[in-house]
């Protein structure tokens, strides 16, 4: 009698790889033996419905407009919401199929990610590409329900998922052009829900690139935390492709750099649009040092994001941070803009003329 350890190494033994002329890898499941509830638990799983929580990415964009315009809050929105936050799902869930089903061969070398039902040769094939493509249509199709914005940044969340997992691009397997792509989806997840309240406010850039930037951060940091755990440089590259050419020391190194240009957009974005949210930046860079340490620990929460939740010390002073953002977002402080009145003349563009002030009425205009 075979037991379910000896079934999951015949399921993983049997599942072979062969790359295909299209550029996508496909898993032979022949000779895989497993139940139709199997197939359907395994089905169900690829779709991560458990990283629906990444969802929250979105929340920025649906409070920073209604900051603006609160008049925009009622029951309609509530409802559009609802319906936005499905069509993400779908189209998140979609990307994480076509991962699942191309990233197999591979997780059958990580340590942990071998036991996923695609690497164990649970999932059919061809009905894994059906899944992939009817989420994806039935996303996107209720977002442009919502606006066009909304349901062309939909399919653009898409195609970054596609650019990432499938050949030729596959930007995963480059090396730090796969924590700009991934990351990327930040951006695009807050211009979803910025676009599910107010599909014609155009979103600030510097907000944008922040968010894009803090995201390449905590990517970063994961790769950082995979790589170190692995130990084995020739596994980790034979699981990852970019961990080749990664090192510890690399990945750090760019860790500080997307720390440092995410703040600064984030100062471009306070200074110009919230000076209010200075007050909250401490909390915002405590959040930050407390991720960076959770990398160096085994088995650290920082691979798997989803289940930081295990954190409480990080929650805590994420939730406090959260708090004091929005209530920060719609308050105003005129005795802060007084502290940080520019004490030197600044170059403020017009229409055909650079204005040089220093104070009203002090203005002193120079013309070409």
């Known amino acids: ?41 395994a089905h169900v799983a690829i779709a991560r419905l458990d990283h629906s929580i990444k969802n929250l990415f979105v929340l920025p964009g649906i409070i920073v407009p209604l900051s603006i315009y609160p008049k925009l809050l009622n029951a309609r929105l509530g409802v559009t919401l609802v319906w936005a936050l499905v069509s993400i799902t779908l189209v998140a869930c979609s ?133 170190r755990e692995i130990g084995d440089h020739g596994v980790a590259g034979s699981y990852r492709a970019s961990f080749k050419r990664y090192t510890q020391e690399s990945l750090l190194e760019s860790v500080v750099f997307y720390a440092s240009t995410a703040m600064l957009f984030f100062g471009a974005f306070v200074i110009r649009y919230r000076i209010e949210l200075l007050l909250g930046f401490p909390l915002v860079a405590v959040v930050m040092a407390i991720y960076f340490k959770l990398a160096f620990e085994p088995h650290s929460a920082v691979q798997n994001p989803e289940k930081l939740y295990h954190e409480p010390r990080l929650m805590a002073w994420f939730a406090a941070t959260v708090v004091v953002m929005v209530l920060l977002l719609f308050v105003r402080l005129p005795w802060l803009e007084k502290i940080f009145m520019p004490t030197i003349p600044v170059v403020q563009p017009t229409s055909g003329a650079a204005a040089v002030s220093l104070a009203a009425p002090l203005r002193v205009e120079v013309r070409g």
Request: include cysteine; proline fraction near 6%; glycine fraction near 8%.
């Open 95 to 227: 990307n994480y199929v076509i991962n699942e089903v191309l990233d197999a061969p591979f997780d059958r070398l990580h340590p942990t990610k071998k036991n996923r039902p695609a690497a164990l040769g649970l999932v059919n094939i061809p009905l894994a590409y059906v899944q992939w493509i009817g989420m994806m249509l039935a996303g996107v199709a209720i977002g442009w329900k919502i606006s066009k914005p909304f349901a062309v940044t939909a399919l653009a969340l898409w195609l970054m998922g596609c650019a990432y997992n499938i050949r030729p691009l596959r930007t995963k397997d480059v090396p730090y052009l796969d924590v700009l792509t991934e990351s990327v989806n930040n951006p695009l997840r807050m211009l979803l829900g910025w676009y599910a309240v107010a599909a014609w406010l155009v979103p600030p850039l510097s907000l944008l690139m922040c968010y894009w930037m803090i995201g390449c951060y905590f990517m970063a940091l994961k790769r950082f935390s995979e790589l």
């Open 1 to 41: 009698m075979v037991g379910a350890g000896g079934r999951a190494k015949e399921r993983q033994a049997g599942a072979g790889e062969r790359p295909g002329d299209d550029g996508f890898s496909m898993i032979e499941t022949a000779g895989t033996k497993a139940t139709f509830a199997e197939r359907l638990r």
